[in-house]
């Protein structure tokens, strides 16, 4: 037996034998390995007997678990014609077990849609922080509000933007009626040229008419210099 064999093989004893008018044809050995793990041997010695024997019954030894040979000895022969394995150092391999089925995670749910903040319906453009005295052109406080409003409502086509100028009761009818006008059209161009879409600009000015306080005082009369702004 090779320095390899005599390694492997810690203490052997036999397990069962088999023999026929010639004399034995197998013996089967429990073999203690150096680590401590269980092996056994088949030696085949019949005329008729190898490899086939030697696999046979190694198979019925490890029952339904698959041979795992450690060593294999066969005579010395033409290696281009290898002969038949006669002894047969072996462990019975526990079988593989089937690799748990792969449980694909759910897919994470969708973040939950965020709809933009609508629009408001209605703003109200005090004249007295959003328009020089007596005047129509927007200040920078005035173009900041409508900024805001074109940009909430982008993506938006409104069927109708009503703008309606207000003024309180100094001056003549006249005048107040043109100064609410004047101030209407430019609420309205600014948003136009910027973007906001309608269908229909509704812009109107209705002088000192439609009062929100007294203009008895000032401060009733600051509450009146307005430009409302309703979106539908």
């Given at each position: ?45 019949g005329l008729f007997e ?17 041979v795992q ?164």
């Amino acid at each position: 037996m090779s320095a390899k064999s005599l390694f492997i093989l810690g203490a052997t004893a036999l397990l069962a034998a088999c023999s026929s008018s010639q004399g034995p044809t197998w013996n089967a050995y429990r073999v203690s390995m150096p680590n401590g793990q269980q092996a056994y041997r088949v030696d085949c010695h019949g005329l008729f007997e190898g490899q086939s024997t030697c696999y046979a019954q190694a198979a019925e030894i490890c029952g339904k678990k698959p041979v795992q040979p450690l060593e294999a000895v066969a005579p010395l022969g033409d290696e281009q014609n290898p002969r038949d394995v006669r002894i047969l150092t072996f462990q019975c391999a526990t079988p593989a077990q089937p690799a748990p089925p792969v449980v694909a995670k759910p897919a994470p749910a969708p973040a939950p849609v965020v709809a933009p903040a609508a629009p408001p319906k209605r703003i109200t453009l005090d004249s007295d922080a959003n328009f020089d005295t007596d005047k129509s052109t927007l200040k920078v406080d005035a173009r900041d509000r409508l900024d805001v409003l074109i940009e909430a409502a982008h993506g938006t086509t409104f069927r109708t933007v009503t703008i309606s100028g207000y003024t309180d009761s100094t001056g003549t009818a006249d005048h107040n009626q043109q100064l609410s006008e004047r101030r209407a059209q430019a609420v309205a161009q600014y948003l136009r040229e910027h973007g906001l879409r309608a269908q229909n600009f509704d812009v109107r000015g209705f002088g000192e008419s439609d009062p929100l306080a007294s203009n008895a005082t000032a401060a009733g009369r600051s509450k009146n210099r307005r430009v409302d702004i309703t979106l539908e």
